[in-house]
């Protein structure tokens, strides 16, 4: 984390507020501008990759990791889930 483009970010660009209704939770446009600036953060981090794989393997299930939101890292183990393997 202290090589992490984020280091001296607001964790609220990555995680953003608890979801909710009304004025208690992020508004649709909010997040995805929110999450649009985080993935900014995380395109120029020489830390990245390492920071995706950690949240692959952990798993994290909320916030920004390695470029891709909580959405985008389910879909990418489902997807690795559903690969056929080899037969032997």
């Known amino acids: 984390m202290s090589y992490g483009a984020c280091r001296d970010e ?7 507020t608890d979801p909710g209704f009304g004025c208690y ?5 909010a ?7 985080a993935k900014a953060v995380c395109a120029a981090c020489p830390v990245r990759e390492s ?4 949240a692959m393997a952990t798993p ?8 891709l939101t909580d959405k985008e890292r ?5 997807a690795t889930l559903r690969k056929p393997t080899p037969s032997t």
């Open 10 to 16: 607001d964790p609220d660009l990555f995680f953003g």
């Open 25 to 29: 939770g992020e508004r649709k446009a």
């Open 31 to 37: 997040r995805v501008a929110r999450e649009k600036a």
């Open 51 to 54: 920071c995706l794989e950690f």
């Open 60 to 67: 994290e299930h909320d916030g920004v990791w390695g470029g």
């Open 74 to 78: 389910r879909r990418m183990r489902r």
